[in-house]
């Protein structure tokens, strides 16, 4: 990527920025975006050496503070708690994201995008009454630059992927964000995209586990409810 030093440093703000649709003007799937930027969040982690695979569990590592310096604000939240947790699997963790209160990992990473001046935020009420956030992108052409990166980690020589890119699309493809892969380049470059896998490690298997599990959920909820 030729732009490094004009995009937003991690996984999980790269994703956001990618979850946001430019035609409805807003971030998409937020149903299952808190997944998602979980195992974004824990991918950061493992490419930095923060974290590390022991027995196919997450497990902390102690390193010097140049490791973890410029970690968005829930990655960074992240570390602290497998710090203080004992080793559970990729499944786990990524299964453990909050999906209210002020620790979501979408309100998170949101925060620390809007901090650094990456997007606005707008603070509305809907019909005057519920509390709505309207997000705006600061330069659009930041998008569009990571979009780019994701059609040459496709389409261009693998020897010259980027790992960050390559494990972006990983993610993106077991996270299932249309915005980024439509479920027809999902099918058709799936060759690819398993070659490009090994840069996120077993996160977004853990990912696609934890995104199914919701689904049944879900799909048992409706069952239920007739």
Do not use: C
């Amino acid at each position: 990527m030729d732009l490094l030093t004009k995009l937003p440093a991690t996984l999980p703000e790269r994703l956001y920025l990618l979850a946001y649709d430019p035609r409805r003007g807003r971030v998409t799937q937020q149903s299952g975006l808190h997944l998602l930027l979980q195992a974004a969040a824990l991918t950061e982690l493992l490419r930095r050496g923060l974290v590390r695979e022991e027995g196919r569990t997450a497990v902390a590592r102690s390193r010097d503070a140049a490791a973890s310096a410029g970690l968005d604000p829930y990655s960074a939240q992240l570390l602290d708690r497998i710090r203080e947790k004992r080793p559970h699997s990729w499944n786990w963790w990524v299964g453990r994201a909050p999906s209210v209160g002020r620790d979501q990992p979408a309100r998170r990473v949101r925060e620390g995008l809007a901090e650094a001046g990456w997007i606005g935020l707008d603070q509305r009420r809907a019909a005057g009454v519920f509390p709505v956030t309207r997000v705006t992108l600061g330069d659009p052409e930041v998008r569009r630059t990571l979009a780019a990166s994701v059609t040459a980690a496709l389409k261009g020589p693998l020897s010259r992927v980027d790992p960050a890119d390559a494990a972006l699309v990983a993610l993106a493809a077991a996270g299932r964000l249309r915005t980024v892969l439509t479920p027809k380049q999902r099918k058709e470059y799936r060759g690819r995209i398993e070659k490009l896998g090994p840069a996120a490690g077993p996160v977004p298997k853990a990912l696609a586990t934890a995104l199914a599990w919701r689904m049944a959920g879900h799909a048992a909820e409706s069952a239920a409810l007739g």
